[in-house]
DNA sequence: TCACATGTTGTACTGCCAGTACAAACTAGC
DNA sequence: GCTAGTTTGTACTGGCAGTACAACATGTGA
């Protein structure tokens, strides 16, 4: 598959608010032309079809995510200040791209298949937090996890869920001050838990 | 809008794993027909068109959610063992339904309208949890938080993108033990945070 | 039991739109 | 100057959501 020029890449984003508000079903590709200027006939050449300007602008995102998260990760901090830094990341990224996040979530089967999508986080952000768990044991700032996969998918849900609920009130006047404050309740709750007393073994209840 | 006949909604859940599979837009109502039984006349008479199934599917778990949710936050325990509890409950329903969770991840626009899910979310999730953490600020079992609204949502950030990480790799040979083994986890990290040292405040990184 | 209302459903049909084909003109590279 | 790739307008096809309608079945109330 070619390589989209970069002009024609960034005139898709002007489709983004147009399909995070209709959907993408309700979203013909006249309209699709319309809002990004690229006429039709030239959206098919480069692209194999509606679904693919969805699939372009979700490719895009994640790209966004690792990024901003794998330099978050690679400072010289310990690895907590580092964990921080990288939710910090995630929610910029999220609340500078309110639209864009929006219409992804309408139509996600539509921009990837589920199962991919699943690589495609365990490469930008599954793996990451776990390395950082684990530097956090070594550099003695964070406490050993059991299930160090599940407590990373519960941290990008965490961020991913908060980030779009803003996403979805409409963006805000000062993104990064949402995502600073989001990001400060949000850590605050990964870092020192609700509970006022650590005890040994959380209840396990209903193991049937 | 009437209600749908008892044997007509049990029905349309033939047609999760369909839609989990293909997607909403590459299922046509001919496939929805024949997965559930129903024939296409009768569908049209009872629902206002494809969309109106994953409506109909989304309503019906988010119920299941809420109904779960709201049991397990309602038992005299502390609030602690209640979030505990309403974590597992989740999940269950979750991992009960993994075609459904599927279904409805993919085609989350044409299911609801997105801010109609953020205000169904508030009811069934958030404010119980709201509500829960409140609670265990007056029974000493939760500490005080300064944003329960974000913390709530990031707990049912966590609960989802865990659940829907088991849910897209296929239904599994025991939900309940998965449902065991993932809240264990999530418990542990909201309960007790990843930090060893409970810092007073979160380091605020890129406050610009 | 009858009349009426509602539910069920097969089938034919319409209109819309994704996507294709094709041709013409432009641009890039050698 | 030639060739290949890019750009794009326009006409067109096929598929399918959704509608209309008619016929039959079921339920309800008097």
Chains 1, 2 share one sequence.
């Not at 530097?135 to 700032?141: E, I, Q």
């Not at 001050?177 to 309740?185: G, N, P, Q, V």
């Amino acid at each position: 598959m070619r390589k989209l020029p970069a002009k024609l890449a960034s005139q898709l984003y002007g489709a983004a608010e147009l399909i995070a508000e209709r959907g993408l079903d309700a979203t013909k590709i006249e309209d699709i032309a319309e809002a990004t200027g690229i006429p039709k006939a030239t959206i098919y050449y480069h692209l194999d079809g509606k679904n693919a300007v969805l699939e372009f602008l979700l490719s895009d995102l994640l790209d966004m995510i690792a990024g901003a998260v794998g330099v978050a990760v690679s400072t010289a901090e310990d690895a907590r200040t580092r964990l921080v830094a990288a939710v910090v990341a995630q929610l910029e990224v999220m609340l500078e791209h309110p639209y864009l996040c929006r219409a992804l979530v309408g139509d996600l089967g539509r921009a990837t298949r589920l199962p991919e999508l699943a690589l495609a986080l365990r490469a930008a952000f599954y793996e990451p937090i776990e390395q950082l768990l684990n530097d956090g044991v070594a550099d003695g700032s964070l406490r050993p996890v059991a299930d160090p996969a599940a407590v990373a998918m519960s941290v990008f849900g965490a961020i991913t869920v908060a980030g779009l609920s803003a996403a979805v009130d409409g963006p805000s006047d000062d993104p990064n001050a949402d995502a600073a404050r989001l990001s400060a309740a949000i850590c605050e709750l990964l870092l020192n838990g609700l509970a006022t007393d650590r005890a040994g073994e959380t209840p396990n209840l209903r193991a049937t």
